[in-house]
């Protein structure tokens, strides 16, 4: 059974290892250092009203999954917010047990609770195994991203 829960700073090490475990080429050179060059980003998400971090336990302080989460308000949808999901990993060795669904779903549903009107992510290009694993659960592929990385 996976409990899922907000982020706190016991887990910072877990969600970065996990999340640079997961990262594409075009990133991975830029992450180096211990989490203590995450922490002041961290610190900031968790004062963020509108952004959380969340992890996923299959037992009492293991994270075996994570994900961001942000509301963004817009015009556009006759003003209604959209989230935003960011950064959704699951540990290497814990793949393929349906914990990144029970992620997904958790949320999408808090998007819904919050009165969204859509959930959007990216994911980067090379990584096709995650991108089979959003189209099967029902994500479309509707737009093409561009980015500068500064």
């Keep these: 059974m996976l409990k899922i829960r907000i982020a706190q700073a016991e887990d910072l090490e877990s969600v970065v290892a996990m999340m640079n475990g997961g990262a594409s080429s075009q990133r991975v050179h830029l992450e180096s250092g211990g989490v203590g060059r995450y922490e002041p980003a961290f610190l900031d998400i968790q004062m963020c009203p509108n952004t959380d971090i969340y992890v996923g336990e299959v037992e009492e302080g293991v994270c075996v999954a994570t994900f961001q989460l942000t509301y963004v308000k817009g015009l556009a949808f006759n003003?209604?917010?959209?989230?935003?999901?960011?950064?959704?990993?699951?540990?290497?060795?814990?793949?393929?047990?349906?914990?990144?669904?029970?992620?997904?779903?958790?949320?999408?549903?808090?998007?819904?609770?919050?009165?969204?009107?859509?959930?959007?992510?990216t994911s980067h290009k090379e990584r096709e195994d995650a991108h089979r694993f959003y189209s099967s659960n029902g994500f479309v592929p509707t737009h093409e991203g561009f980015k500068l990385i500064l």
């Design 79 to 121: 003003g209604m917010a959209r989230a935003q999901i960011e950064s959704m990993h699951t540990r290497a060795d814990m793949r393929g047990k349906g914990l990144g669904k029970q992620m997904l779903a958790f949320a999408v549903e808090l998007a819904r609770a919050n009165g969204c009107c859509m959930v959007q992510l």
